[in-house]
């Protein structure tokens, strides 16, 4: 992996997000707050490029962990941020129920619901509050292999850890000092109970990185295994179309 000084990214991620808020003429942000690693290292670069009035923490749980949720109110009081709390999952079931008896949803397309609905309160937030933007929290390794729901979590309007491998936004939470349940915690996209990341993938984060890592820069990967360099290349190759706008049909 690069090697990087941690210090110095913080302070250029730092700059970066002032004059981007700034060159787009917004007067702040909003941030959703999963209790997660990404979210909680987003909205501490953020309050400290911006200044904690002029940042909203959204806690927007639906059918999620009493901790995940204690975990972003925590973060939000240590930040000085301001903070919102609004349960999601009373419009999740009536979404869900209204199509129940015409369509058999799969437990996928049922968990992107929740990130998709996040979405939309995220955005009605942050127009209600006269232009702010919403911040995203994606990383690296996520954004490359498509980890990220379409049109929800990936719907934001910049992405401050969008360039930093999971391990690298570990050290950055350990130098902003993040509390130790966020940065030990098993990542969750919550889509559903029990749901992690690794599991999920079916591969853990160090060989993500590692994988993704190499892509990125044309390293040999003859000392990896091979089933999982195949199967990461699959999930790059397959989701592209979520890192692109949609193809447009020309007229010649």
Known sequence: MRS???????????????????????????????????????????VNALGNNNVIGISLPCDSLQKDIEDAEALAEDLGMRFLKINLTSIFEVFTKKFSSKIEPNKLSLGNIK????MTALYFIGQSMNNFLVAGTGN?????????????????????????YK?????????????????????????????????????SYFDLDEIVYRMDYGL????????????VRNMVRSSQHKRRMPPIFEIK
């Open 115 to 118: 990130p998709r609905l996040r």
């Open 167 to 203: 391990c690298e936004v570990r050290e950055l939470a350990k130098e902003l000092g993040l509390s130790h349940s966020i940065i030990n915690k098993p990542p969750s996209a919550g889509l559903w109970e029990g749901q992690t990341d690794e599991e999920e993938i079916g591969i």
């Open 4 to 46: 990087l000084n941690i210090k110095e990214l913080r302070v250029k991620i730092q700059n970066w997000i002032t004059t981007y808020i700034r060159s787009a003429n917004s007067n702040g942000v909003v941030i959703g707050l999963s209790g997660g690693i990404d979210s909680s290292v987003t909205a501490a670069l953020c």
């Open 220 to 231: 040999p990967m003859d000392d990896i295994d091979q089933d999982k360099v195949h199967q």
């Open 140 to 164: 690296r390794t996520e954004i490359a292999i498509g980890y990220f729901t379409k049109y929800g979590d990936g719907a934001v309007d910049f992405e401050p850890i969008g360039d930093l």
